[in-house]
């Protein structure tokens, strides 16, 4: 994203003012950015004409911040010390760095977690921050370098990876489906609903060539709540079915094998377009493609 120039002050003028807000003197701020008290006061007089406004209030021989420049010299503080960190980060680490990622609870915990030590072994450098997020967002507006999505490729203003598509099975317990679960004895259970897929059931009937009944069930905000409820005999779940192998396996729940194989959509890994090359995500990238392929 371009911004305009006239956003962007020299970095010499904002430590200057930073300096003599925070030490509330420029005979101070000269002694500590090395240089006379006549070229900070240049570089703060510059910066206040850029900006037409008013920083400090000059009383006598001092210079007192105004409450616009208070808050002004905050933020300013903020980016300096950012940019002073992502500095020391990058001479000591230039493979590396930190991968703000936002996932999905269940991707996240039953397909990511259990992979990422081979991540972390092949990327020493690379340190990995993980918060979950349901629904897209802006990564202009939060701290992430990278998520994976879930749905259509349809992020805007992101790169993307198709990791794979996600196959959705009908569950329940043996115990409210007679030990085998059918078409006809789901149109007759309580339907659970998970609260970001509202229009799954409907899909998933019309995809069996049947109109969905009129029956429904609790709903749910995470798969993982929704499982246990299933597994308890609250209804019938649509899920996932890497979610519910142990289950299938163990007999806790039972699926239509007879049932026409279902996606609702798949997984993306996004990231926006200006951090494409930054080496934690690049990084991760890598190893996501590759351990992907080899599911496969």
Known sequence: MHIPRRFLPPLSWLSAFESVARLGSVTDAAAELDLTQGAVSRQIQKLEQQLQVSLFVRERRRLAVTPAGRAYATEVQKSLTNL?????????????????????????????????????????????NLATRTVPFEFALEKFHAAIHFGQDDWFGTGSLKLMEE??????????????????????LPLLQLETRSGAWSQWFEQQGSGQPQTSGIEFDQFATMLKATVFGTGAALMPRYLVEAELAEGTLVTDETAQRTSMGAYYLVWPEALADHPPVAAFRRWIAAEVSEQR
Do not use: M, Q, Y
């Open 84 to 128: 002073a960190n992502a500095t020391v980060a990058l001479k000591s680490n230039p493979e590396g760095g930190v991968l703000e990622l936002a996932i999905l609870p269940a991707f996240g915990t039953h397909w990511l977690a259990p992979r990422l030590p081979a991540f972390l072994s092949r990327n020493p450098g690379v340190t990995i």
């Open 167 to 188: 196959e959705v099975v009908p569950v329940a317990s043996p115990l409210v489906c007679e030990g085998r679960l059918t078409l006809d004895k789901l149109k007759n």
